[in-house]
C-alpha cells in the first residue's frame, strides 16, 4: 500500500510504479511478444565417433575423409597406434600409420594381397570364364 502521508496523485503514481506484472491493466493484446529468428538455434547436432559411436565433442574432434573420430580413437588398423591427419593413410575407408600401408603394400606388391583381399586379376578371371560359358 502506499504511504499515508502522499496526496491522491502522488499515491496513483506510486501504486501504478509499484505494480507486479500480473496486476498491470493494459491491454495484453497490444503488446507482441519477441520473435527469434528461426535460422539461429541452439540446437546443433550431435557428432558421433565412427569407431565407438559415442558423442564426439568439439575439442576432442577430428575428420579424417569426411569420417568423425575422437582424436583418441582415430587409431591404425594394424598396430593400433594413435594417428594424427598427418600421419595415416587411408585404403577402402580403414585407416593405417604409413610405415605399416608401405609394409603392407610392400610385402605382397600390391594392395589387395596385402591388406588382405582378394586381387582383382581373380575377379576378371571369374568373369572372363563367365563370358566364355554364355558365348558357347
Known amino acids: 500500500m502506499a504511504p499515508a502521508n502522499l496526496t491522491s496523485s502522488r499515491r496513483s503514481k506510486y501504486v501504478n510504479a509499484c505494480r507486479t506484472p500480473n496486476m498491470d491493466t493494459r491491454n495484453t493484446t497490444e503488446e507482441k511478444p519477441v520473435q527469434r529468428s528461426k535460422s539461429f538455434s541452439f540446437k546443433t547436432q550431435k557428432e558421433v565417433c565412427s569407431s565407438c559411436e559415442k558423442t564426439v565433442y568439439p ?68 568373369k572372363e570364364s563367365e563370358n566364355i560359358t554364355k558365348t558357347a
Open 59 to 126: 575439442m576432442e574432434r577430428l575428420v579424417a575423409n569426411n569420417l568423425v573420430f575422437h582424436s583418441s580413437c582415430f587409431c591404425c588398423k594394424h598396430c593400433n597406434a594413435k594417428l594424427s591427419l598427418g600421419t595415416f593413410a587411408a585404403l577402402q575407408g580403414e585407416f593405417y600409420c604409413k610405415p605399416h600401408f608401405q609394409q603392407l603394400f610392400k610385402s605382397k606388391g600390391n594392395y589387395d594381397e596385402g591388406f588382405g583381399r582378394k586381387q582383382h586379376k581373380e575377379l576378371w578371371a571369374s
